[in-house]
């Protein structure tokens, strides 16, 4: 198996504090002073340095250039300090790239296969968007941002696809893909290379975001009158190398493939919980698998669903699987109630689960109900909240985004 890894994000960050707009700039014979990308040319050595994009042989830059999928997926995952274990299958250059996107859940929400013609199709800006949202709350777990009248202050907001709607907003609401001068995003044009520099510079350096009036910061309820700090709390402020250390005790290592390779880390949690019998609710109790590090915050977060007024009823519950590379598979997320809190794809339809009914059913989770709270109070986000690509009622993570 390959290994790719590229330097530690917490080094990118290092080396980013010591850059300014003001640094020297490269000299493109191509890259006109005064253009709306002038801003940012003075990353570009710093870009090139940390091998994220390159200028040409001929001493060019190109801004004008489309970018495509396979080039943006590389600039993405070398700048979010990703690697994968992943063989490659010789598909395409970029292929390594795409598994380490897909493998730290990157690529949620992306209809898109990795083939060769994929890849080398220019990028739009409503894919760009996907990619870089997901980057933001899977990976650099930042908090989301709530937009005032989105349908008013972003021109075109009416005919966003609706699979890349939420994406947009986030993007849009954090000034890292802005609109264009009327306002309007065009999410089906092709991103350009001054338009990925200017990205990428945003995302990676906070200062250099565009401010946005209609925009406000949202952040996740903070965890109070707790005797320690829970791990999904903790999580946030962790560099990508210590994260994976500390779940998986290799710094290469990004999810478990199995019971036996999982076996050392993973945790049987009895808990508390009540079920309806006869049309009674009983107290009962369940066991779930989850990973050591989260064993103490779900232990408190299920006494606290049981010990609320509303004793939410909950006969289904389950932490800790293999089948995929994500939360569950790291030992910390946990599903409730799946067949009344259903998974919904948007884009294709796809669903596991029958409905979800809060308010009139009893087992559907409801937003501003205990078990949302009780997971809040321990940094825990929801599922329910909803992403670009779908919502996931039954799910909660360490993640605030709920993914």
Request: aromatic letters at 14%; proline letters at 5%; hydrophobic letters at 35%.
């Amino acid at each position: 198996m390959k290994k790719f890894r590229y330097v530690a994000a917490a080094m990118l960050c290092a080396v980013f504090l010591n850059v300014t707009a003001a640094a020297e700039k490269p000299s493109f014979p191509d890259v006109k002073e005064g253009e709306w990308y002038d801003d940012y040319v003075g990353f570009i050595s710093t870009l090139e340095q940390l091998e994220i994009i390159n200028g040409y042989s001929d001493g060019t830059f190109r801004p004008d250039n489309t970018v495509t999928r396979a080039e943006f997926i590389k600039m993405l995952a070398v700048s979010s300090e990703l690697y994968t274990i992943t063989p490659d299958t010789g598909v395409h250059w970029a292929e390594p790239y795409w598994n380490m996107l897909n493998e730290a859940g990157i690529l949620e929400g992306s209809d898109t296969a990795c083939t060769k013609e994929a890849m080398n199709a220019p990028i739009t800006r409503y894919e760009t968007a996907l990619y870089v949202n997901n980057t933001l709350y899977n990976l650099f777990c930042e908090n989301p941002v709530k937009l005032d009248l989105p349908e008013q202050n972003i021109g075109d907001h009416s005919v966003l696809k609706p699979m890349y709607r939420s994406s947009v907003e986030q993007v849009y609401g954090k000034g890292i893909i802005t609109g264009y001068e009327d306002s309007s995003f065009r999410g089906d044009e092709t991103l350009t290379r001054a338009q990925s520099v200017a990205v990428l510079v945003r995302l990676l350096w906070g200062a250099e975001r565009k401010t946005v009036s209609f925009s406000e910061e949202q952040k996740p309820a903070e965890a109070e009158d707790l005797e320690f700090v829970p791990f999904a709390v903790e999580y946030r402020s962790m560099s990508v190398e210590q994260r994976r250390v500390a779940l998986f005790g290799n710094p290469y290592k990004t999810h478990f493939t199995g019971p036996g390779d999982a076996a050392a880390y993973i945790e049987s949690v009895t808990v508390p919980v009540w079920q309806i019998k006869n049309g009674a609710k009983v107290s009962s109790s369940v066991v779930i698998q989850v990973h050591k590090l989260v064993a103490r915050e779900v232990r408190l977060i299920f006494e606290e669903i049981y010990g609320d007024p509303e004793r939410f009823p909950i006969y289904g519950v389950s932490g800790a699987r293999y089948s995929d590379t994500m939360r569950h598979s790291w030992g910390c997320a946990i599903d409730i109630n799946p067949n009344e809190n259903f998974y919904i794809q948007y884009s294709s339809g796809y669903q596991v689960g029958s409905y979800w009914r809060p308010y009139t059913d009893p087992y559907s989770v409801t937003p501003d109900g205990s078990v949302v709270r009780a997971f809040n109070k321990y940094g825990w986000g929801w599922g329910g909240q909803g992403w670009a690509s779908g919502a996931d009622y039954m799910h909660f993570s360490i993640l605030s985004s709920g993914g």
